[in-house]
């Protein structure tokens, strides 16, 4: 509420101006048609991408520009920080799909599904039991 003899005219995304102070919040919405793209082209990245992270992102993104949802509220229904949803907007308003998607960075390399750890490649191989007494 403006204060007595402040008129306030209400602006776009839900902000306020009051005398010559700016109230209220910022949206955040994805810019797909800034990179030429449709709602369902993230939803195609989504379902195409070939990291578990970037399908998540492209479908938090998509949700995000089909259903109007701010990102602090996709953020609580997939159990992410809204910082972390909100950095993926901005990312994919600067960068394109290209910067939203999951690119390992650093780390132990993952174990393949079949191979031995790296520690067990490390050692002697085990011998057999010997025969003889017990002790």
Not at 8 to 24: K, R, T, Y
Not at 49 to 78: C, D, N, Q
Request: hydrophobic residues 35%; glycine residues 8%.
């Amino acid at each position: 509420m403006p204060a007595e003899g402040i008129e306030a005219e209400l602006l776009p995304s839900h902000i306020a101006v009051v005398g010559e102070a700016v109230v209220g919040s910022v949206v955040l919405r994805v810019d797909h048609e800034r990179w030429g793209q449709r709602p369902e082209d993230l939803h195609d990245l989504a379902v195409t991408a070939p990291h578990a992270r970037s399908r998540e992102r492209f479908l938090a993104l998509y949700e995000m520009t089909l259903g109007g949802s701010s990102a602090t509220r996709v953020a609580v229904r997939i159990g992410r920080q809204p910082q972390s949803v909100m950095q993926w907007v901005q990312r994919d308003n600067a960068g394109g799909p290209d910067a939203v998607s999951y690119r390992r960075t650093g780390g132990r390399p993952p174990f393949a599904s079949r191979s031995k750890p790296a520690s067990a490649r490390w050692c002697a191989p085990l011998r057999p039991p010997q025969p003889g007494p017990r002790r």
